[in-house]
């Protein structure tokens, strides 16, 4: 696709009912990591050992937003965004995860949504983006069955607080990466390992995402509820029979594990034996308890995986092939840039008939911004949006079942083991100042936003 062509996308193009806006993450931006009562969470233990993040760092400041959420969504506003999604710290509105409230952590929360609201700003909610309470983790957090009783507290309280005003909401954020990362490989927070605390905090998250979703049904009226998924095309790194099947494996574990119980056909373990091993945490009625008919679904691209055969890595037998040993265009992260990867993902989600509707809550990526004379040019990133949202045009027109699109992510922030590295924001943040200043990409959005009807 030609820069020329892609220069002329226009939001009025997707249709007047396409939702737009961007995404964050409580721990990613807020900072107040003790403030008001808030309670440790697995990510704030996670990073007082500076071992675990790129450079030491923490996100107990991070953006701030936590005390600049007025001068954020006022920014919001002038960039014409007008719907936001972010997530609610589980620890700050339950420092021990279940019994006392903090009411100052739920006022903070209330403040946002009005604000947003006087901004006309569509609040949308993510239930859990991944800081679990630290007291939890401590009671073995999602390997921990009665997961799904603390989980259910904190979504009622949430539900019973701020449902009469917020009608958007996402039960999980990508199961798949802090399950994966977090109690399997052991690279984020709590930092657990193996296949014995990846298989019970797998089937527990499944388990709590149907959970989440019918205590939303139940207590708020006229909600919209939905949960999101990470994914990525995957494709074999060699054409031969081995790698096929390694990528339908993988397929399987990436793309698969968490949305296929949902919608009723069960785990995926023809594809992936391996989950087999899942029988032993499963009780009598939980296939049925995992089912929920989600209003809508979140998906989540940045790239697409090759994958290789490999007999040495343990229990999967599948080796993904970084990206710089492939000789492609890659961002920071060391994701390839493949933007066809967006729309074969909507394509595939939207071969799931039991799916009503699709809505990419994630979608950016980083690259090294240059600073020039106080502007913030992000050339790559602008064409990475246009390029992929090219791709998301194309799905639309082509009558899938997409109707959404939001940004990850409105300002840099902490990326997580990556910390402030990687830079993925329309809006540059000086992390010394904690001054925001628009890109280049942000403006482009700005404008192409002006332009909805
Ligand atoms: C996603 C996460 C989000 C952010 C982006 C870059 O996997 O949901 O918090 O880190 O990646």
């Known amino acids: 696709m030609k820069k020329q062509e892609e220069s002329f996308l226009k939001a009025s193009d997707f249709g007047e009912n396409f939702t737009w806006g961007v995404s964050t993450a409580a721990y990613q931006i807020e900072g107040g990591h003790d403030s008001d009562g ?10 007082e050992n500076p071992k675990m993040i790129q ?11 936590y005390n600049k959420y007025k001068e954020d969504i006022l920014l919001m506003k002038s960039m014409n965004i007008d719907n936001y999604r972010f997530s609610i710290s589980w620890a700050r509105v339950l420092p021990n995860g279940v019994g006392t409230v903090n009411d100052k952590g739920l006022q903070f929360y209330n403040d946002v949504i009005n604000f947003c609201l006087a901004q ?3 609040p949308w909610i993510t239930l859990y983006h991944w800081d679990l309470p630290h007291a939890l983790e401590q009671k073995g957090g999602w390997t921990n069955r009665t997961i799904v009783r603390w989980f259910s507290e904190f979504t009622t309280l949430c539900a019973k607080t701020f449902g009469d005003r917020v009608k958007h909401w996402m039960v999980l954020n990508e199961p798949m990466v802090f399950t994966g990362a977090g109690y399997f490989l052991g690279v984020h ?7 014995k605390n990846f298989l019970p905090a797998t089937h527990h998250a499944v388990l709590c995402q149907a959970e989440g979703g019918r205590i939303l049904r139940k207590l708020i009226p006229n909600a919209q509820i939905g949960t999101t998924f990470s994914c990525s095309q995957i494709d074999p790194y ?6 096929k099947k390694t990528a339908i494996k993988v397929d399987a574990l990436l793309n698969r594990l968490f949305i296929e119980p949902t919608l009723g056909l069960g785990y995926p373990t023809n594809d992936a034996p391996i989950l087999k091993r899942l029988r032993p945490f499963i009780q009598p009625t939980d296939m049925v308890d995992c089912k929920f008919d989600f209003d809508f679904i979140g998906i989540q691209n940045y790239t697409r995986e090759k994958v290789k055969y490999n007999l040495l890595v343990p229990h999967i037998r599948a080796k993904i092939i970084k990206a710089s040993k492939r000789n492609v265009k890659t961002t920071l992260m060391d994701w390839e840039v493949y933007p066809p990867s967006i729309y074969k993902m909507i394509k595939k989600y939207s071969d799931y008939p039991q799916i009503k509707k699709i809505i990419i809550t994630e979608n950016g990526a980083t690259f090294k911004d240059k600073v020039e004379n106080g502007g913030i040019v992000d050339t790559d990133r602008l064409n990475f949006l246009q390029h992929y949202l090219n791709q998301v045009l194309k799905a639309k027109n082509e ?7 939001f940004v990850w992510t409105f300002t840099d922030n902490f990326e997580w083991a990556e910390g402030y590295f990687p830079r993925f924001g329309l809006v540059h943040i000086d992390f010394n100042t904690l001054k925001r200043t628009i890109k280049e990409s942000g403006k482009w959005l700005t404008n192409f936003l002006s332009n909805k009807n």
């Open 120 to 122: 006309e700003i569509t």
């Open 55 to 65: 450079n030491g760092d923490n996100a107990n400041i991070s953006c701030d937003f």
């Open 238 to 243: 060699r054409e031969n029979k081995r790698d």
């Open 38 to 47: 808030k309670g440790q969470s697995i990510w704030d233990k996670y990073t």
């Open 189 to 195: 927070a709590p930092g657990k390992k193996g296949l």
């Open 399 to 405: 009558g899938l079942n997409i109707h959404g699109y």
